[in-house]
């Protein structure tokens, strides 16, 4: 069978390296919790059954591991390689002559998989082989893989996929076509077919969405993270011969996420389960990495650069808003609206300690989890078009390394600090001089991006957010894109706004106070309490200054060290109250009789812990840009054609 051609093939682990800022976040984060927590948590300890303890053996290994061996590999760290080694060995040799392999293999030579049919947490660790392989190009992965997937195969009819596997089975479907694409046996395409039909038709469940609601129940359907993971299986379902179906319910899916529980930072709330608009809902950290890699899935097989666009904003607020900036302590639930941290009844299902920062607060999923953030958004910065071209998924500062046109070895250097900077630098090294087509991701947000090649401008066609620049390249050949970050205020739930300035969205930080919670050796529980006044609101009519500092600093998302800060002009809003020890609802009507006007200094969203990012807006709303709120960035009558998202959107 031939499989549908899909718009984008990533390039294997390694072939782009971080750098600049990016690199440095990789650096602090090996540094943080990703690289030590063997030694501080016992749940991926010495212990662990995927190293042959008898310990957790379920899929908090595999998780960690998700992050350890991509981050490793990008940094080209020998102790982290080491230690992401000793699990791969373990997995390796643990396979039986059938097929089955893992803890249960090892401790119960006769029993089949766990009473339960709970094949998620494998699932996992196939995602994690297929990362080694491409990172090491070891022989033994693809007939590891062959005999693990033969198993399944004689097994999946009588113990299907059920619970969590059954929402995330587009995991595993993504591992058998991974294998498929290398080694098409025809076992493996009826295994996809089986696998389809037994996970939750999220196509379904994204084209006619029925989740309005906060969501008071337990619900496979409304769990966040699942509904994050779900997000890619349309995609996946689309690989093996789905039609545009697949893609229709992914825009009307992300559509309805957006406009029943969308939050400011591009996220949908889920404090567990789907939680509404609500700036003071939270939202999990394990959902906000699965949605990053969804949507690195979506632009890949799709092609459209709105997946690119939310993958930004997610990834460049939400993630490291929810990770303290030396990476030794994390949140389970996030707030947009964020005034204190502390162990507190809250209206989410979570406990009472999910927003505070620390080991594994709440639970410890995310301790496990949030490491493949950063990792994989490097791993997908750029990808190949298929036909020896080269799309760019997102401006962070990179190095790609790549086949291009008739075979030639390219090095794309991708300088200039993007997110924080406007210009975008690149410059190729190529072994010889060939003609391919680089195509170029311009956000919906920017209005007049404009490129240079060797000083000349180039005029850029723009479709579905690409404009593809088609040309004989040589060695030497440099290019500098613009791309102007207008400030921008989005219109939310009761006309409160946040602000952007391209990718990144605007908070006013709070004094924090950082309280110790829990000592440890190493990894601590802190709450953190408000030192500043948070009851502002932002003037209908205000202007926004924009101050750059000339460099960005070793650790960007730090509130004291904010690369770039927007001044605008607010004031006190006496009728906003605490709600169950949040901030309560932006008031539509903000009474600020007697109040100063004052500046406000507002910094990237994730630098601020404690912060407001969705503000009463006071006075006349005639100037607010209502084009751009949540419900009309994701709209399916315009995400269908490139033309028509790039002409709704400079309506603002």
């Given at each position: 069978?031939?499989?549908?051609?899909?718009?984008?093939?990533?390039?294997?682990?390694?072939?782009?390296?971080p750098?600049?800022?990016?690199?440095?976040?990789?650096?602090?984060?090996?540094?943080?919790?990703?690289?030590?927590?063997?030694?501080?948590?016992p749940?991926?300890?010495?212990?662990?059954?995927w190293?042959?303890?008898?310990?957790e053996?379920?899929?908090r290994?595999?998780?960690?591991?998700?992050?350890?061996?991509?981050?490793?590999?990008?940094?080209?760290?020998?102790?982290l390689?080491?230690?992401a080694?000793?699990?791969?060995?373990?997995?390796?040799?643990?396979?039986?002559?059938?097929?089955?392999?893992?803890?249960a293999?090892?401790?119960t030579?006769?029993?089949?998989?766990?009473?339960s049919n709970?094949?998620w947490?494998?699932?996992?660790?196939?995602?994690v082989?297929?990362?080694?392989?491409?990172?090491?190009?070891?022989?033994?992965?693809?007939?590891?893989?062959?005999?693990?997937?033969?198993?399944?195969?004689r097994?999946?009819?009588?113990q299907?996929?059920?619970?969590?596997a059954?929402?995330?089975g587009a995991?595993?479907?993504?591992?058998?076509?991974?294998?498929?694409?290398?080694?098409?046996?025809?076992?493996?395409?009826?295994?996809?077919?089986?696998?389809?039909?037994q996970?939750?038709?999220?196509?379904?469940?994204?084209?006619?969405?029925?989740?309005?609601?906060k969501?008071?129940?337990?619900?496979?359907?409304?769990?966040?993270?699942?509904?994050a993971?779900?997000?890619?299986?349309?995609?996946?379902?689309?690989?093996?011969?789905?039609?545009?179906?697949?893609?229709?319910a992914?825009?009307?899916?992300?559509?309805?996420?957006?406009?029943?529980?969308?939050?400011a930072h591009?996220m949908?709330s889920?404090?567990?389960?789907?939680?509404?608009?609500?700036?003071?809902?939270?939202?999990?950290?394990?959902?906000?990495?699965?949605?990053?890699?969804?949507?690195?899935?979506?632009?890949?097989?799709f092609?459209?650069?709105?997946f690119?666009?939310?993958?930004?904003?997610?990834a460049?607020?939400?993630?490291p808003?929810?990770?303290?900036?030396?990476w030794?302590?994390?949140q389970?639930?996030?707030?947009?609206?964020?005034?204190?941290?502390?162990?507190?009844?809250?209206?989410?299902?979570n406990?009472?300690?999910?927003n505070?920062?620390?080991?594994?607060?709440?639970?410890?999923c995310?301790?496990a989890?949030?490491?493949?953030?950063?990792?994989?958004?490097?791993?997908?910065?750029?990808?190949?078009?298929?036909?020896?071209g080269?799309?760019a998924v997102?401006?962070?500062?990179?190095?790609?390394?790549?086949?291009v046109?008739?075979?030639?070895e390219a090095?794309?250097?991708?300088g200039?600090?993007?997110?924080?900077?406007?210009?975008?630098?690149?410059e190729?090294?190529?072994?010889?001089?060939?003609?391919?087509?680089l195509?170029?991701?311009i956000?919906?947000?920017?209005?007049?991006?404009s490129?240079?090649?060797?000083?000349?401008?180039?005029q850029?066609?723009?479709?579905?957010?690409?404009a593809?620049?088609?040309?004989?390249?040589?060695?030497?050949d440099?290019?500098?894109?613009?791309?102007?970050?207008?400030?921008?205020?989005?219109s939310?739930?009761?006309?409160?706004?946040?602000?952007?300035?391209?990718?990144?969205?605007?908070a006013?930080?709070?004094?924090?106070n950082?309280q110790?919670?829990?000592?440890?050796?190493r990894?601590?529980?802190w709450?953190?309490?408000?030192?500043?006044?948070?009851?502002?609101?932002?003037?209908?009519?205000s202007?926004?200054?924009?101050?750059?500092r000339?460099?960005?600093?070793?650790q960007?998302?730090a509130?004291?060290?904010?690369?770039?800060?927007?001044?605008a002009s607010?004031?006190?809003?006496r009728?906003w109250?605490?709600e169950?020890?949040?901030?309560?609802?932006p008031?539509?009507?903000?009474?600020?009789?007697?109040?100063?006007?004052?500046?406000?200094?507002?910094?990237?969203?994730?630098?601020a812990?404690?912060?407001?990012?969705?503000?009463?807006?006071?006075?006349?709303?005639?100037?607010?840009?209502?084009?751009?709120?949540?419900e009309?960035?994701?709209?399916n009558?315009?995400?269908?054609?490139?033309?028509?998202r790039?002409e709704?959107?400079?309506?603002?």
């Amino acid at each position: 069978m031939t499989l549908p051609v899909t718009a984008f093939e990533a390039l294997p682990l390694g072939r782009i390296k971080p750098e600049g800022w990016l690199k440095h976040q990789l650096r602090i984060q090996a540094d943080g919790f990703t690289g030590h927590l063997e030694e501080h948590w016992p749940d991926v300890g010495p212990d662990n059954g995927w190293i042959g303890g008898g310990g957790e053996s379920w899929e908090r290994g595999p998780y960690y591991l998700d992050g350890l061996l991509p981050l490793a590999y990008l940094l080209e760290d020998e102790t982290l390689i080491g230690k992401a080694r000793k699990w791969i060995e373990w997995s390796l040799a643990s396979q039986r002559e059938d097929g089955f392999f893992g803890p249960a293999a090892i401790r119960t030579v006769n029993r089949e998989i766990n009473k339960s049919n709970d094949w998620w947490h494998y699932m996992i660790m196939l995602k994690v082989m297929i990362q080694y392989e491409e990172a090491t190009g070891d022989e033994r992965v693809q007939p590891f893989l062959a005999k693990f997937f033969s198993y399944v195969h004689r097994h999946i009819e009588e113990q299907p996929l059920e619970q969590w596997a059954k929402a995330r089975g587009a995991d595993m479907m993504y591992c058998v076509l991974w294998l498929y694409k290398r080694n098409p046996e025809p076992f493996l395409l009826e295994l996809i077919r089986i696998l389809a039909k037994q996970t939750t038709n999220w196509t379904d469940i994204f084209h006619d969405f029925p989740f309005w609601r906060k969501v008071e129940h337990m619900d496979m359907r409304t769990h966040v993270v699942n509904v994050a993971m779900g997000l890619k299986t349309p995609a996946i379902r689309y690989e093996f011969g789905g039609s545009e179906t697949e893609l229709r319910a992914v825009y009307r899916g992300i559509q309805s996420l957006m406009t029943y529980h969308g939050q400011a930072h591009g996220m949908f709330s889920g404090d567990e389960w789907l939680s509404g608009t609500h700036p003071s809902q939270g939202v999990e950290l394990c959902a906000v990495v699965e949605y990053m890699y969804s949507l690195e899935h979506l632009i890949r097989v799709f092609g459209d650069g709105m997946f690119g666009d939310i993958l930004e904003k997610v990834a460049f607020n939400a993630l490291p808003a929810a990770i303290s900036a030396d990476w030794t302590s994390h949140q389970y639930d996030q707030q947009v609206n964020q005034i204190v941290c502390n162990i507190a009844p809250r209206n989410w299902s979570n406990h009472s300690d999910a927003n505070v920062f620390g080991l594994e607060p709440n639970f410890g999923c995310c301790t496990a989890n949030m490491h493949q953030g950063w990792p994989k958004l490097v791993s997908h910065l750029w990808m190949s078009d298929g036909a020896g071209g080269l799309s760019a998924v997102s401006y962070a500062p990179c190095t790609v390394t790549a086949r291009v046109g008739r075979d030639t070895e390219a090095k794309l250097k991708v300088g200039g600090e993007y997110p924080f900077t406007e210009q975008v630098s690149m410059e190729f090294e190529l072994s010889q001089s060939d003609v391919f087509a680089l195509h170029l991701r311009i956000p919906a947000w920017c209005d007049s991006p404009s490129l240079q090649i060797n000083g000349q401008s180039v005029q850029l066609e723009i479709k579905k957010g690409y404009a593809a620049v088609s040309r004989e390249w040589h060695h030497g050949d440099k290019l500098l894109l613009e791309l102007p970050m207008k400030v921008r205020t989005e219109s939310r739930n009761l006309y409160a706004v946040s602000v952007e300035r391209g990718p990144l969205v605007y908070a006013l930080p709070i004094q924090e106070n950082w309280q110790l919670l829990l000592k440890r050796e190493r990894f601590h529980d802190w709450e953190i309490y408000p030192g500043s006044p948070w009851k502002y609101g932002l003037l209908a009519d205000s202007s926004f200054q924009v101050i750059s500092r000339k460099d960005v600093p070793h650790q960007p998302f730090a509130a004291q060290h904010a690369p770039v800060r927007l001044v605008a002009s607010g004031q006190l809003v006496r009728n906003w109250q605490m709600e169950g020890n949040n901030a309560g609802t932006p008031p539509l009507n903000p009474d600020v009789q007697g109040q100063p006007v004052v500046a406000l200094e507002l910094v990237p969203y994730a630098s601020a812990k404690l912060r407001i990012a969705e503000f009463p807006l006071i006075g006349s709303r005639a100037g607010v840009t209502e084009t751009l709120n949540s419900e009309a960035l994701y709209s399916n009558s315009y995400a269908t054609t490139g033309g028509a998202r790039r002409e709704h959107a400079r309506k603002g």
